[in-house]
T-cell receptor
Framework: DTEVTQTPKHLVMGMTNKKSLKCEQH?????MYWYKQKAKKPPELMFV???????INESVPSRFSPECPNSSLLNLHLHALQPEDSALYLC??????????????FGPGTRLTVL | GQQVMQIPQYQHVQEGEDFTTYCNSS?????IQWYKQRPGGHPVFLIQ?????EVKKQKRLTFQFGEAKKNSSLHITATQTTDVGTYFC???????????FGTGTRLLVSP
């Protein structure tokens, strides 16, 4: 299984709502990532989890809260978002092997609209 | 921080024409990866280059890593409509957990 799955595919939420994005992989990868992608822009790293521990937080606002319940699952909890947070949210996973960097497998993404 | 720029930003070609995108990093890279994102899709890994001056081919696609390991290129011979999408190069930053994506080149191929 070389697939990363994400749910939901689309999400519309108000600025006072609380919602969660989910990501799952069964490739045995020990690194998982959240990216935000705006239209016609490259993916922008938000968080990295290594061995289920948060290893990188790219100064993301606290209204985004990541969680890694186990080595296969990654969640992104959303609360009090702003309209400018509307974007495609991509989850990715990879092996952790130095020194060569490892290819990342991306999920199909969740297209989020904040009203 | 590390910056990775790509040119051109956008290219529109007729089917059968060749296409090249260039990637330039502000810092020396230990390796470089290339991804393709189809319209409405997600990035898909194409290849990784590690050695200085390395050249790799995948059918009609040729990837090159510069001698100084600060630049790379992707050349597509005889484009097809299936080549449509945005091509991103990406290089590692501080350790090997963070990948910095280039600005991307959007390719449109007309039949």
């Amino acid at each position: 299984d070389t697939e990363v799955t994400q749910t939901p595919k689309h999400l519309v939420m108000g600025m006072t709502n609380k919602k969660s994005l989910k990501c799952e992989q069964h490739m045995g990868h020990r690194a998982m990532y959240w990216y935000k992608q705006k239209a016609k822009k490259p993916p922008e790293l938000m968080f990295v989890y290594s061995y289920e521990k948060l290893s990188i937080n790219e100064s993301v606002p606290s209204r985004f809260s990541p969680e890694c319940p186990n080595s296969s699952l990654l969640n992104l909890h959303l609360h009090a978002l702003q309209p400018e947070d509307s974007a495609l949210y991509l989850c990715a996973s990879s092996h952790l092997q130095a020194p060569e960097y490892n290819e990342q497998f991306f999920g199909p993404g969740t297209r989020l609209t904040v009203l | 921080g590390q910056q990775v720029m790509q040119i051109p930003q956008y290219q529109h070609v007729q089917e059968g024409e060749d296409f090249t995108t260039y990637c330039n990093s502000s810092t020396t890279l230990s390796n470089i990866q290339w991804y393709k994102q189809r319209p409405g899709g997600h990035p898909v890994f194409l290849i990784q280059l590690v050695k200085s001056g390395e050249v790799k081919k995948q059918k009609r696609l040729t990837f090159q890593f510069g001698e100084a390991k600060k630049n790379s290129s992707l050349h597509i011979t005889a484009t097809q409509t299936t080549d449509v999408g945005t091509y991103f190069c990406a290089g590692p930053d501080t350790g090997f957990q963070k990948l910095v994506f280039g600005t991307g080149t959007r390719l449109l191929v007309s039949p």
